[in-house]
């Protein structure tokens, strides 16, 4: 069992400095996030990263931008630069919820306390450091600035919004993944080259003064968008920019993408390949202690760090390409998987960590079953500009084996001090279904789906369909809602077969761009008809870098330029929404009237009868809210809840 020592974490106060016996640092890294050393916690890895090349880095988590900002001087000046992050999330998806109240918990913070983040962090912290510190190199990276490179809508404050280049000052931007343009700028940075003339890194973005020429790079194409001011005046223009800038951020060899910005223009180098599997491992092989600092010791457990204490991330990258979701804007569509023997090199660290019971709480990723998959001819890749890989079908040239996956799980279970191995990420039910998978061994399959179920969950299997309308989940890049009923059909079977008693959760999206109060009557009246009484259920939330969002602000969408209707007035959002808990008796009067007045008379009778069924009555719901927000509800039925209350009062 191995014990930790103040200087296992990299420092973050002088005094830590002080013990490593350094006179000077060569990075200072600031992040919105706790501190917290670990492989799923983005400051943390680029912290390592950047110690790996021999670097002194210290880093600053979540900075005073409230006091006389000593937080930002404390540590002097680095050597060769600032780093700044928002954080492992977005700031303003981590303080505000889809119906923009703040939250009253922030997971990245101990104890859940909230204020400790400024709204739009990376620019608050590069403001600050650029007018403390105007001639020291600031980079900026993580989501937030990742996702918000170039002219982007901000639904907080409900306006089209400049790269974050430009309301940051910062001078270079480092978007996706860290690890491989950290590399080649440090190597650079050691030569001797000033960080002003680092130009030509891939994956990194810039501002030059419109008037200046563009460093010359002999293997890259250009690509211009229209510029931000277009954007503002165009909407249409806007929307048709991120056909390009969606295109090129998932292609094996993209181009250049220039962008005018007032008197500047902002240039997007093209991104690395993807990660090959030594330079992953090494990301995740390096030496941290896979714990919070101590300096929170006394301040409460960090959420986040809670959940994924006892997790294994296997892979990065997300093929799904979903209209809705910027996995894979950040982490790209290529899948970048781990060695087994990297990844059970984790798991018996993390069984040897003092407080482990037997249970891993996540071997997954983005998407929980990706992992090895790639194309089977990399040609074909290389000439690939589809946002998806599986949408509207799975690609002939995808290798979807979930073989080695399940191959792994077993090897996990097999470590002596593992009692069992839960999936946690969200699985691609689709992909289980040979009649929408056709590439695929369906016995492989069934094996898979056989595992999980039997091994590595426990009640309850969680997937997420996001909606029954099949014009709302072509738009969403999702598969026909008749191949969830197929994963059902199946799920039961084996359910029935291994004699199991398990659960089925689907998750579902409301509000989302093409979808109208009728596609939720009748999400409703189906999932309701499948058995089902929804309890995962949350609002559609613009985020930047999704075709979601684009729809959302231009009305347009970007590969087709039509328009797309979106519910955007708190009334419709919520009268969406509302379909979702049908069975409460306050809901009953007013879906009666919302389906008359949409000649639904049909489904009246489905969602409203006179006489509902006593099973219906039999299943209460879970403790689900009644909003448009994130509807997370409590794992223990009412009805136990209240059994327990009883017996609490007579003793």
Not at 11 to 31: A, C, H, N, Y
Not at 203 to 218: R, Y
Not at 411 to 423: E, L, R, T, W
Request: charge should be positive; hydrophobic fraction near 35%; proline fraction near 7%.
């Amino acid at each position: 069992m191995q014990t930790y020592k103040l200087t296992d974490w990299l420092p973050t106060t002088k005094r830590e400095v002080k013990i490593r016996g350094w006179e000077e640092l060569d990075v200072i890294l600031f992040s919105g996030d706790a501190y917290v050393d670990h492989p799923s916690f983005g400051p943390a890895v680029i912290g390592r990263i950047l110690e790996s090349y021999g670097l002194r880095v210290a880093i600053v988590p979540q900075p005073n931008v409230n006091d006389d900002l000593q937080d930002f001087t404390k540590l002097g000046t680095p050597k060769l630069f600032f780093a700044v992050t928002g954080g492992c999330m977005d700031p303003m998806v981590s303080n505000y919820t889809a119906s923009k109240k703040r939250r009253d918990k922030d997971a990245y913070t101990p104890n859940g306390d909230i204020g400790f983040r400024p709204d739009y962090a990376t620019t608050v912290y590069s403001n600050i450091l650029k007018d403390k510190f105007p001639d020291v190199p600031v980079l900026i990276g993580g989501i937030e600035a990742s996702l918000r490179r170039v002219t982007h809508y901000d639904y907080w404050s409900d306006k089209l919004m400049p790269t974050i280049l430009e309301t940051s000052k910062a001078d270079m931007l480092v978007y996706g993944m860290g690890e491989q343009p950290l590399r080649e700028i440090v190597k650079l940075l050691q030569k001797g080259v000033p960080f002003s003339s680092l130009k030509t890194i891939k994956q990194t973005a810039f501002l030059i003064h419109k008037d200046d020429a563009v460093p010359k790079n002999k293997n890259w194409d250009d690509v211009e968008i229209y510029s931000h001011e277009v954007c503002l005046r165009n909407k249409k223009k806007f929307a048709s920019n991120f056909k390009v800038i969606e295109q090129e951020s998932n292609k094996l060899r993209a181009r250049r993408i220039l962008q005018g910005v007032g008197e500047r223009l902002l240039v997007i180098n093209p991104p690395f390949p993807t990660m090959l599997e030594e330079e992953i491992d090494a990301s995740f092989d390096l030496p941290y202690t896979r714990l919070p600092h101590p300096k929170y010791n006394k301040r409460g457990p960090i959420p986040a760090f809670e959940m994924i204490k006892f997790s294994i991330n296997i892979h990065r990258g997300c093929f799904g390409g979903c209209s809705f979701c910027t996995i894979s804007a950040h982490q790209g569509k290529f899948i970048a998987s781990r060695s087994k023997e990297s990844i059970l090199k984790e798991v018996d660290k993390v069984a040897n960590m003092p407080d482990f019971k037997g249970y891993l709480s996540d071997i997954g990723g983005p998407s929980a079953n990706m992992y090895k998959m790639k194309g089977k001819v990399q040609a074909i890749c290389d000439k690939c500009v589809a946002p998806s890989c599986i949408s509207p079908v799975i690609c002939s040239n995808l290798d979807t084996s979930h073989k080695p996956l399940t191959e792994l799980y077993q090897a996990v279970d097999k470590h002596p001090k593992v009692k069992k191995s839960f999936i946690g990420s969200g699985i691609r039910h689709d992909m289980l279904v040979p009649e929408f998978n056709k590439n695929a061994d369906p016995k492989e399959l069934d094996d898979y789906t056989e595992e999980v179920m039997t091994k590595h969950i426990s009640g309850r299997l969680k997937v997420a369909p996001e909606h029954t309308s099949d014009p709302v989940l072509k738009l969403m890049r999702k598969p026909s809602f008749q191949y969830f009923h197929k994963f059902k059909e199946r799920f039961d079977r084996i359910n029935i077969k291994k004699n199991l008693k398990l659960q089925l959760i689907p998750y579902f999206i409301s509000n989302h761009p093409a979808c109208e109060v009728e596609d939720m009557a009748n999400l409703a009246a189906e999932t309701k008809d499948m058995g089902f009484q929804l309890e995962q259920v949350q609002g559609f939330t613009p985020t930047p870098m999704t075709v979601a969002t684009v729809i959302y602000y231009s009305g347009y969408h970007p590969y087709t330029l039509k328009p797309t209707k979106t519910p955007k007035t708190k009334k419709e959002k919520e009268e969406q929404h509302r379909f979702f808990f049908w069975y409460k008796k306050g809901n009953r009067e007013w879906i009666k009237n919302t389906l008359n007045k949409l000649g639904r008379k049909d489904l009246v009778e489905v969602l409203v009868p006179e006489k509902e069924k006593k099973s219906w009555k039999s299943i209460k719901p879970k403790n689900v809210k009644h909003t448009f927000d994130d509807a997370i509800p409590s794992d223990r039925p009412q009805r136990k809840r209240k059994k327990h209350r009883a017996k609490k009062k007579r003793r």
